[in-house]
């Protein structure tokens, strides 16, 4: 029988913080995440399942999965593909 583990957010991630490397690995993939989540906020924003937006970049939908987990960070030809396709501006800045 499995062991059942009841933890909330706060203390999972007080957990995850406390392993090694952890933060530095979160550090490293920040920029990943913050592309995922922007392509998934626009993604959803118009209306889109993963299908579609793959449809009208004609791509598959495993690829904006991949794009979607920040398993890839994708090139600036295929943002600015993605802005086109949603309908919405691509803007890259330092800070």
Do not use: C
């Not at 203390?11 to 406390?18: G, I, N, P, R, Y």
């Not at 993963?50 to 890839?72: G, M, N, P």
């Amino acid at each position: 029988m499995k062991k059942v583990i009841d933890l909330n957010w706060d203390d999972f991630e007080k957990e995850l913080l406390a392993r090694p490397g952890f933060k530095e690995a979160l550090k490293d993939t920040e920029l990943e995440y913050q592309v995922a989540r922007a392509i998934i906020r626009a993604r959803v924003e118009k209306g889109y399942t993963q299908a579609k937006l793959a449809q009208k970049l004609h791509t598959t939908q495993s690829v904006i999965s991949r794009l979607e987990s920040a398993r890839t960070l994708p090139s600036l030809t295929l943002l600015k593909r993605l802005a086109e396709a949603l309908n919405t501006s691509l803007r890259v800045e330092f800070k």
